[in-house]
């Protein structure tokens, strides 16, 4: 993963971050296939990418806003010790087993919210 820090981006941004990551899995083909009891999996990369920033007005922080995206270009993987990926053939993709989740986006939107006693 390379990240990139930047405390002040602008008048009303600050501890702004541009993240992006790989994440690469071998071949696994030093298998035990007696009784078809484990089979090979193949290599896969997944490409990850982030960005965040803390909104501010003055000494005060209004929000945070994140952005991540996992998997970004939707690679169809099954991790080597997942055991959904012995599951019959999906009709619907042919493929065989449970493939792991494909691309994802999240927006993640932080307020903090100061509550005051009253006097």
């Known amino acids: ?9 602008g008048k009303f941004m ?5 993240k992006a990551g790989i994440s690469y899995h071998l ?7 007696e009784f078809d009891t484990e089979t090979e999996t193949p290599s896969y ?3 990850n990418i982030g960005l965040g920033t803390e909104f501010v007005k003055g000494d005060r922080t209004l929000c945070y806003l994140f952005l991540s995206i996992n998997n970004l270009t939707d690679a169809a993987y099954q991790d080597h ?8 053939e999906n009709y619907a993709s ?26």
Not at 1 to 9: L, Q, Y
Not at 27 to 33: A, E, I, L, N
Not at 99 to 116: D, F
């Open 27 to 33: 071949k696994q083909d030093k298998v035990y296939s």
């Open 1 to 9: 993963e390379i990240r990139a820090d930047i405390k002040k981006s």
């Open 94 to 119: 042919g493929r065989r087993g449970v493939y792991n989740m494909g691309r994802n986006i999240s927006l993640k939107l932080l307020v903090p919210l100061e509550l005051k006693k009253p006097k």
């Open 81 to 88: 010790l997942n055991r959904l990926k012995y599951a019959p």
């Open 45 to 47: 990369l997944l490409l």
């Open 14 to 18: 600050s501890n702004t971050y541009l």
